[in-house]
């Protein structure tokens, strides 16, 4: 079965700090493009940040650079966004996605996690 869940959400005060962690079962994340996107209530869903299945690199939307940083973890098949210094404007429910375009070494995916609510408050 193949499962993609977010968890490490909560409240947590602006300055403050969460780990979010994505963890997949039923396929491999090493084959992947990870992002994590956000949607706060009554706007859009946005692109958070990213990691590249073959280099490495990562991305970050202007507004987390400096603060967020995402990694993978091949051994445990996760992957995680590390969010400091934490602002109201970052509250959302934020999700784990998993890509893979179709190649010659396998099928296409688009996989999504049921999401994580993150809620930064005095």
């Known amino acids: 079965q193949v499962q993609l869940v977010e968890s490490g959400g909560g409240l947590v005060q602006p300055g403050g700090s969460l780990r979010l962690s994505c963890a997949a079962s039923?396929?491999?994340?090493?084959?992947?493009?990870i992002g994590w996107f956000r949607q706060a209530a009554g706007k859009e869903r946005e692109g958070v940040s990213c990691?590249?299945?073959?280099?490495?690199?990562?991305y970050y939307t202007d507004s987390v650079k400096g603060r967020f940083t995402i990694s993978r973890d091949n051994a445990k098949n996760t992957v995680s966004l590390q969010m400091n210094s934490l602002k109201p404007e970052d509250t959302a429910v934020y999700y784990c996605n998993a890509f893979r375009p179709r190649s010659l070494y396998g099928p296409r995916y688009d996989y999504w996690g049921q999401g994580t609510q993150v809620t930064v408050s005095s």
């Open positions: 039923g396929f491999s994340l090493i084959g992947s493009t």
């Open positions: 990691i590249n299945s073959r280099d490495g690199s990562t």
